[in-house]
């Protein structure tokens, strides 16, 4: 890959016009002066935001989504732009129609790691208090390694400690000028190296820094929690439960959902919420509840909420006798309270870390609690064992962070388990089966069309075409 585009960094000088905080020092040279300008480039092309759409597909390619076409519906049929994803084919980009849609997920993510180095080369030396430039270094330390971690498990192997030397990961840019090359892919085991390394040093300035922010903003323990997760990745268990703990301790309360009175979960009252950002299920247009098809939650998902889990009513929608994704208040502007990193997921991270290390009464202790936000009349559950306390967290997790681009890498983390989807035809109305074997090399997505055309050197995955199978 070339240094990510020269597009890219053109955008980033394009894209200043949305402030004045560059300052043209010669035809070819722009240079940010301030805490402040560096503020504005890392928000407005970095951070984690509204605008980020680049992998809406993740949740559809897992046993949490179905689809569903019916005869009527304004948008037309939204199921075949992820046709590719749901059915797991050998080039998901590729629509029905035989159009190529982008997948804009590699471009979008290597865009904020270029942004990234030149926040981080660029700040020791300003003039701005240390409390200042230690603030906003840990900010792009953070979405470094977010981004870092995205990509290494959209496009490389599940990580796996005897293999992960060896295992194709993404390539690694550390640079912050546009250079001539081309970068190759560097394995799991580095990228991971870089990803740990980025994400400690983001909580050590964090930390430091200690600026009380909005939900708005990365902070302290945003970067904990995503340290907890990076860690469980890796199997890291002392360390999950160390920056799992950190969260807890510091924020443990859970939205309580028995005595809450807003229509949706993620809103301005939800006081585990860390950090919000990104766009609404409804922003998704794979979920279009007018469209003439589009996928839902599937049978499977839904039919592990208990009748009396007041989940159902928070995390889904009811419209035009079909049930939606709707975690999301839609009555707030677009991108305050879509996506978000909150404080359930770091007791399911140290639950599993626990139940990883025999742990069994911790664990349920950790699942249990979530339960009892929850559910109007909780039932606490027991686990005989270590390995049937992993499996009640695991299930936890799933009716908690559906619809959280979690899911996905969850199955591959946990063995890449085989999968069945079903997929109606919009001509003949009949039903395909696809099936995603166990351990399947298409649990790795193809490194996008685009890139490789601008490198063809650039090594992909190998990904088997997929029929349907005989109903």
Known sequence: MKKIYLSLFLLVIICSSCGDFLKEESQDLVVPKSVKDFKELLYGEAYIGSDDKSNLYLDIMTDDADDYLRSYGFGGDMRARGFGYYAWQA?????LTGTLYSDGAWEKYYRSILVSNIVIDGIPALPDSET???DLMGEAYFIRAYSYFMLVNLYGQPYDEATAATAQGVPINMEHAIKDQYYSRESVANVYARINEDILKATELLEKSNIKKSVFRIDALTADLLASRIFLYQKKYDKVVSYASKVIAAKPNLYDLRTATENSFTNSSNPEILFS???YASDNYYYNSLAQGMFLPSSNLMNTYATNDLRRNFFFKRSLLKTYPNKSDETYSAGMF???FRVAEAYLNRAEAYAATEDPDHAMEDVNLIRAYRIRVATPLNATDAADALNKVKEERRRELCFENQRWFDLRRWGMPQLTHKYKDAVTKQYHTYILNEKDPS???PIPQE???????????????RKPVEN
Request: aromatic content about 10%.
């Open 91 to 95: 080039n998901p980009e590729m629509q």
């Open 132 to 134: 200042e430039k230690e």
């Open 277 to 279: 950002f990104g766009c």
């Open 338 to 340: 879509g996506q978000s």
């Open 443 to 445: 649990y790795t997505l």
């Open 451 to 465: 890139v490789r055309d601008f490198n063809p050197n650039l090594k992909t995955n190998d990904r088997p075409e």
